[in-house]
């Protein structure tokens, strides 16, 4: 069966340091994959968009990697900020004109 | 430019009762998409458009949920009667290309 998995439990880390979240995914074969942000009684923000063929994609202190063999993608914050703390969400394109499938989310939790 | 507004952004309602949700998306945005989102999960879509047709409402619980985009602009999602299990947050989203812009939701409590 179709699954996307993302870090069930929260992730704590203190600020500074780099946050990693990852995103699996089974039997799909996305074109292209994208992270979201979501703040506590608030849709969802797009973050980043990285297609099949890109191995990297980076924008300010965020970068994605998406490894189509391993059918993962880690979402990486350096030097993470009380701010950054969240619920992150991966999506996957499953083809028929932007259609996604969204993850769970994961929460981030970056403390002072 | 002003992004994706719903209303409302509560609702309470006792079951069996009908309840109605209003998206208007950003403007030029073809593609609108109306969204569930339960507790602790991602949100799951119900239904999308393009322009005024709906391209795939293939999770939509047909036979009490239904939907409309009058004119390609803005949409209403319709409950009726709404079920316990109907209690979620319903997002609204439109976008252009592949990016998706959501609105806040409507948080939705049926007693």
């Known amino acids: 069966s179709q699954k996307i998995e993302q870090n069930s439990e929260a992730l704590n880390i203190q600020e500074g340091k780099t946050a990693t979240l990852t995103c699996n995914y089974t039997?799909?074969?996305?074109?292209?994959l994208q992270w979201y942000r979501q703040d506590p009684g608030r849709g969802p923000v797009f973050l980043l968009l990285i297609r099949e063929n890109e191995k990297e994609k980076r924008k300010e202190r965020l970068k994605v990697t998406f490894d189509t063999t391993l059918k993962q993608s880690l979402f990486h914050i350096t030097a993470s900020q009380p701010a950054d703390s969240a619920t992150y969400l991966c999506?996957?394109?499953?083809?028929?004109?932007?259609?996604?499938?969204f993850g769970a989310g994961t929460i981030l939790r970056v403390k002072s | 430019e002003a992004g994706v507004v719903q209303s409302p952004r509560y609702k309470i309602i006792e079951k069996k009762q009908p309840v109605a949700f209003w998206c208007n998306p950003i403007s030029g945005h073809n593609t609108l998409y109306w969204y569930r989102q339960n507790l602790g999960q991602g949100p799951e879509l119900l239904i999308r458009y393009e322009n005024e047709e709906a391209v795939d409402d293939s999770q939509l619980p047909k036979d009490r949920f239904s939907a409309e985009r009058l004119k390609g602009v803005d949409s209403t999602l319709k409950i009726q009667p709404a079920e316990l299990g109907d209690s979620a947050v319903y997002l609204c989203?439109?976008?252009?290309?592949?990016?998706?812009?959501f609105g806040p939701g409507t948080r939705l409590l049926v007693l």
């Open positions: 999506a996957l394109d499953v083809g028929y004109g932007n259609k996604l499938v």
């Open positions: 989203a439109s976008s252009l290309e592949e990016t998706q812009y």
């Open positions: 039997n799909y074969s996305p074109a292209y």
